[in-house]
């Protein structure tokens, strides 16, 4: 009996480790490629204590990244690895091996621990990368989002500590999975109505938790799903992706905006393109902040900022562009771990363009509020659990994936972080960057 029950328990771990290595959809044991070589500002040791020593690492640094290499570790693959760094959990694929780069911002000027659990350094001399951005949040901040969860879900800490911010919401976000459909019995226009009138209301709405005046909130009302379309066919209107939606044009809110747009538009690039144009001409801002075409696989991201660099460039617009990825093309399962860990660099295996590295710090009431004002998302909450067995029985299975498999692709945990990364871009790469697209 106690053999039988050996089997099934080594059946059981092979199955689960074999679940956890596929979730990523990338090799976890290869070394994350990023030439940072041009930022090194120093390498240190670990010393016998844990300790690492950061005094002398100046706090004009906005952003540091240290470069490990962690060495093949058994207890990885069936406990979560992690680094601790100050009280600040970094965390690891399952089964991790090979260079990572740990975000470590806020700790310039200080001696720290440095704890290892459920993995171990290859070597304890660690290569320091530092930035200094310049980003001064005194100033004027335009925020792209494709959706209506985009700007909370990669900039809230940030917003809610600038002064003088705007969102602009490009699509309805009626397509994709039918939230409400049991709702509606099966009836996906209406169910889809439904969810592009909630979206506008988050899309309008939810900025206010992070202090962003009503005017500064604006919603461009083009189909969800169609801005490739657009970009690709610039003479030929869009339509959206679900039958007999209806038309954009009540999902279009920019009357009550400080900057002046046309009430209704042709679902065409030529709209698209003259409305980004115009909120750039009328806002002139110093920072924007949208998401990076190259390493964010859904393409509402990827064309929004395609038509803005391409807007940027034609009317040779100045200001400081920061890129985030909300759905990283390696995989969604980025940023790896438990809520409230950091963001450290994503894992990738080739090249993309970025010129530097910025992080936000999130303090734990910030984390807090960010986190309420993602719970309020309609789109981000199991809508409509009770509705039926059918509904309540995947939730279980979801539950079950994520305590099991660590199958978790929820934005409380992914987006509920002690910082906020982007990726900053130089305007002198726009026209190579438009023409390799």
Partial sequence: MFLIFVFIFVIFAFFVIYKRSKKYKYDQTKDY???????????????????????????????????????????????????????????????????????????????????????????????????????????????????????????????????????????????????????????????????????????????????????????????????????????????????????????????????DLAFHVEPNFDAFYNDIKSILNQLEPDIIITPHPQIDSNPDHKYTTLTLLKAFKELECEAKILLYTNHLKTSENYPIGKMFGAVDLPPNFSEFDFDGIYSYELDEELQKEKFFALEAIHDLRDSFLPVSLKRAYKHLGRVLKKEVLSKDKSYFRRAVRSNELFFVFEQKKIQNFLEEQ
């Fill in 33 to 259: 490629r990023y030439d940072l070589s041009s930022n090194l500002i120093a390498t240190k040791e670990i010393d016998d204590s844990g300790i690492l020593d950061l005094e002398d690492i100046k706090k004009a640094f906005d952003t540091l990244i240290v470069q490990i290499e962690l060495e093949q570790n058994l207890l990885s693959y069936l406990f979560k690895p992690l680094i601790e760094i100050d009280g600040v959990k970094h965390y690891l694929e399952y089964g991790a091996k090979g260079i990572r780069y740990l975000n470590i911002s806020s700790l310039a000027g200080e001696k720290v621990l440095f704890t290892c659990k459920n993995t171990t350094l290859k070597n304890t001399q660690l290569k320091i990368y530092g930035y200094q951005n310049g980003i001064d949040l005194e100033k004027k901040i335009l925020i792209l989002a494709p959706h209506a969860d985009d700007a909370e879900i990669a900039a809230f800490g940030l917003y809610k500590s600038a002064k003088d911010v705007t969102i602009v919401t490009t699509t309805i976000g009626e397509n994709g999975v039918c939230n409400y459909c049991e709702f509606y019995n099966g009836d996906r226009a209406k169910a889809a109505r439904q969810k592009a009138h909630l979206r506008l209301l988050d899309a309008l709405y939810i900025p206010s938790f992070g202090g962003v005046a009503s005017e500064n909130s604006l919603a461009l009302g083009y189909f969800g799903g169609s801005l490739e379309f657009m970009y690709t066919n610039p003479e030929k209107n869009s339509a959206s992706h679900v039958k007999d939606f209806g038309s954009p044009h009540p999902y279009r809110k920019v009357d009550h905006a400080k900057i």
